[in-house]
């Protein structure tokens, strides 16, 4: 994979808020891409708990992961930000290795050298994982990674929003109504239900719907269709193969967007995968749809390899200052 000039590692703090998607304070941030594009970052809970680093997907925001930070932040560091074009982060220029690139930014401007981190990315997020996967930060930082509802390729082609066979009539009009440069308009009843079949499982409660709605519809026309050609491309099998860290693939068997194929091929291929976990009747939006599971895995993760890597280099400087001790003795 590429390896384009290292991102600056330089944030500032804007303000200290709170918000209504959790009680406890955020510190917001900005984050400085390769190319100079500005990342909005949001921070959660108290310093020095194990960090959670979190990544939306495509017309969403960081209000998109409002139940895992309101679940963590109590005892982790939660770390959410905006996709670029996407929230409070100012649209620029598209494309996969930009995503890596702000990855890379923001987890240089949030975690301390050689601080490890669980990774988790839904959708479009998870594609920033795989296409940072070769990254210096992410070698650095990454100590586990979650990815929910995506894939690494053919993701037109495979997709089951249209109940059509499938072949090329259907991968050309998928193609058409995922980029289409109409309005989405306010949010309706109509849209409600259109957005639940394409992107949740029927049973999904009707506020969960609602929540996701008030964010698609939030996302600004340009970088939705911008996104929307980027991801209709996209091919990071390579990102996979270079994902070396444990990894968890989570799914909706429900899903249009991503159908099961995708976490099925993943969890084949990824070199470390240590379990799919298939959400019966879920869609797309699993973080928002299974909140409770999605919040539990990032709990076992966090538990099984960043406390562990934590433990373990705290008791290697020990060794290291007796060992020095002992010597200067």
Same mark, same amino acid.
């Given at each position: 994979?590429?390896?384009?000039?290292?991102?600056?590692?330089?944030?500032? /703090?804007?303000?200290?808020? &709170?918000? !209504?998607?959790?009680?406890?304070?955020? &510190?917001?941030?900005?984050?400085?891409?390769?190319?100079?594009?500005?990342?909005?970052?949001?921070?959660?809970?108290?310093?020095?708990?194990?960090?959670?680093?979190?990544?939306?997907?495509?017309?969403?925001?960081?209000?998109?992961?409002?139940?895992?930070?309101?679940?963590?932040?109590?005892?982790?560091?939660?770390?959410?930000?905006?996709?670029?074009?996407?929230?409070?982060?100012?649209?620029?220029?598209?494309?996969?290795?930009?995503?890596?690139?702000?990855?890379?930014?923001?987890?240089?401007?949030?975690?301390?050298?050689?601080?490890?981190?669980?990774?988790?990315?839904?959708?479009?997020?998870?594609?920033?994982?795989?296409?940072?996967?070769?990254?210096?930060?992410?070698?650095?930082?990454?100590?586990?990674?979650?990815?929910?509802?995506?894939? !690494? %390729?053919?993701?037109?082609?495979?997709?089951?929003?249209?109940?059509?066979?499938?072949?090329?009539?259907?991968?050309?009009? /998928?193609?058409?109504?995922?980029?289409?440069?109409?309005?989405?308009?306010?949010?309706?009843?109509?849209?409600?239900?259109?957005?639940?079949?394409?992107?949740?499982?029927?049973?999904?409660?009707?506020?969960?719907?609602?929540?996701?709605?008030?964010?698609?519809?939030?996302?600004?026309?340009? %970088?939705?269709?911008?996104?929307?050609? *980027?991801?209709?491309?996209?091919?990071?099998?390579?990102?996979?193969?270079?994902?070396? *860290?444990?990894?968890?693939?989570?799914?909706?068997?429900?899903?249009?967007?991503?159908?099961?194929?995708?976490?099925?091929?993943?969890?084949?291929?990824?070199?470390?995968?240590?379990?799919?976990?298939?959400?019966?009747?879920?869609?797309?939006?699993?973080?928002?749809?299974?909140?409770?599971?999605?919040?539990?895995?990032?709990?076992?993760?966090?538990?099984?390899?960043?406390?562990?890597?934590?433990?373990? %280099?705290?008791?290697?400087? %020990?060794?290291?200052?007796?060992?020095?001790?002992?010597?200067?003795?």
């Amino acid at each position: 994979m590429s390896q384009p000039s290292q991102p600056s590692r330089t944030s500032r /703090t804007s303000r200290t808020s &709170r918000t !209504s998607r959790t009680s406890r304070t955020s &510190r917001t941030l900005t984050a400085v891409s390769a190319d100079g594009s500005t990342i909005h970052v949001e921070v959660y809970g108290p310093d020095g708990a194990p960090a959670v680093v979190l990544a939306h997907g495509w017309t969403c925001s960081t209000l998109f992961w409002a139940a895992q930070i309101r679940e963590l932040a109590g005892d982790h560091r939660v770390v959410v930000y905006d996709q670029r074009g996407h929230g409070r982060t100012p649209f620029a220029a598209v494309g996969t290795d930009l995503l890596a690139d702000d990855l890379e930014a923001v987890l240089g401007a949030v975690l301390a050298p050689g601080e490890k981190a669980l990774l988790a990315g839904h959708s479009m997020g998870g594609m920033t994982l795989m296409a940072a996967s070769g990254r210096a930060a992410f070698a650095e930082h990454a100590a586990a990674v979650l990815l929910c509802s995506t894939g !690494s %390729s053919r993701l037109v082609e495979e997709s089951l929003v249209l109940p059509m066979r499938a072949g090329r009539l259907r991968t050309r009009i /998928t193609r058409m109504v995922l980029g289409a440069r109409a309005p989405l308009g306010p949010v309706t009843p109509v849209s409600k239900r259109i957005l639940k079949y394409a992107t949740m499982g029927p049973g999904s409660a009707p506020e969960r719907v609602a929540e996701c709605a008030r964010i698609v519809h939030a996302c600004p026309r340009p %970088s939705r269709v911008a996104w929307a050609h *980027v991801l209709a491309e996209v091919d990071l099998e390579a990102g996979v193969r270079e994902l070396r *860290v444990p990894s968890v693939v989570v799914a909706g068997t429900g899903d249009r967007l991503t159908p099961m194929v995708h976490a099925r091929r993943l969890a084949a291929e990824l070199p470390d995968c240590r379990e799919l976990v298939e959400l019966a009747g879920m869609g797309h939006m699993t973080p928002v749809e299974a909140p409770e599971v999605v919040t539990a895995k990032i709990r076992e993760l966090v538990a099984t390899f960043v406390n562990a890597d934590a433990t373990a %280099s705290a008791n290697a400087t %020990s060794s290291a200052n007796v060992k020095a001790k002992e010597e200067a003795a």
